[in-house]
């Protein structure tokens, strides 16, 4: 069993920062791929940022260049700077984590990020 749990969610004006924390615990040894993912009100649930073990990274294209995830492996930690808020970046986040072999995916509980004036 793998427990996720997120920090650093807030209110936030707009062209405001952020950093999303979100730190794995359990019967781990790794985990392939860390992630975060949002979901606003009255929408589905989409991809934010992924990255690998590697490091390889992943985002959805209307976060590009004002997001940054990171993670630390030695820890099982992830983390999600956000830059340059913008309203529409309003949503409950939540930590992923995915390993394929053995297979496992887990959530976090989610944090509200708010964006607004």
């Known amino acids: 069993q793998v427990q996720l749990v997120e920090s650093g969610g807030g209110l936030v004006q707009p062209g405001g920062s952020l950093r999303l924390s979100c730190a794995a615990s359990?019967?781990?040894?790794?985990?392939?791929?860390m992630g975060w993912f949002r979901q606003a009100p009255g929408k589905q649930r989409e991809l934010v940022a992924t990255?690998?073990?590697?490091?390889?990274?992943n985002y959805a294209d209307s976060v590009k260049g004002r997001f940054t995830i990171s993670r630390d492996n030695a820890k099982n930690t992830v983390a999600l700077q956000m830059n340059s808020l913008k309203p529409e970046d309003t949503a409950v986040y939540y930590c992923?984590?995915?390993?394929?072999?053995?297979?496992?995916?887990?959530w976090g509980q989610g944090t509200l990020v708010t964006v607004s004036e």
């Open positions: 992923n984590a995915d390993n394929p072999d053995p297979q496992f995916e887990y």
């Open positions: 990255i690998t073990l590697g490091g390889s990274t």
């Open positions: 359990g019967s781990i040894f790794s985990i392939y791929a």
